[in-house]
Each structure stands twice: as structure tokens, then as C-alpha cells.
């Protein structure tokens, strides 16, 4: 599943790292790049504190999300 964010804000407090604030672009116009595009909505807050990602994020920037499966729950597994 894909969704597209945008980049509300990025701050750095004393402790060096990045405070990342992502919304869901729900007014954006849909694409559709090999997976479903999900019109979503809602908010993700980040903290970046690797240095070579620093930066990464610009305030006003969309973002796709890629959202992939990394393991099934161990209770569905053994059904």
C-alpha cells in the first residue's frame, strides 16, 4: 500500500536531532506507481538522529510512504 504525505514542519531541538512533522496529503491529486494509493488520513512524527539523514525532509515537500508487510502476527499465522 502507498500513501502520500507532506512534510508540515521540521525542527531541531538542543539535542540535535530532526523533529519531523508529516500529514497526509489528502488533497493531492492520485497517482498510481505499481501499488494501491491509499487517500489517507492522519499524522506521523518523526525523530531523525542519524546525521546523514539530516535534512532530509523539507517543510512543504510530499512524500511517498511505501507500507509493506514485514511479518505476519504470530495468531493468524497458525490458523
Do not use: H, W
Not at 501499488?35 to 512543504?60: C, H, M, R, W, Y
Request: charged share 20%.
Amino acid at each position: 500500500m502507498k500513501a502520500k504525505f507532506y512534510c508540515v514542519s521540521v525542527t531541531r531541538p538542543l539535542n540535535g536531532t530532526d523533529q519531523v512533522a508529516l500529514s497526509a496529503a489528502t488533497g493531492e491529486p492520485i497517482e498510481t506507481i505499481g501499488f494501491t494509493l491509499v487517500n489517507a488520513k492522519g499524522q506521523i512524527a518523526l525523530t531523525v538522529n542519524d546525521p546523514e539523514s539530516q535534512g532530509f525532509f523539507k517543510p512543504g515537500a510530499t512524500y511517498f510512504l511505501d507500507f509493506t508487510l514485514a511479518e505476519v502476527p504470530k495468531e493468524e499465522a497458525a490458523l
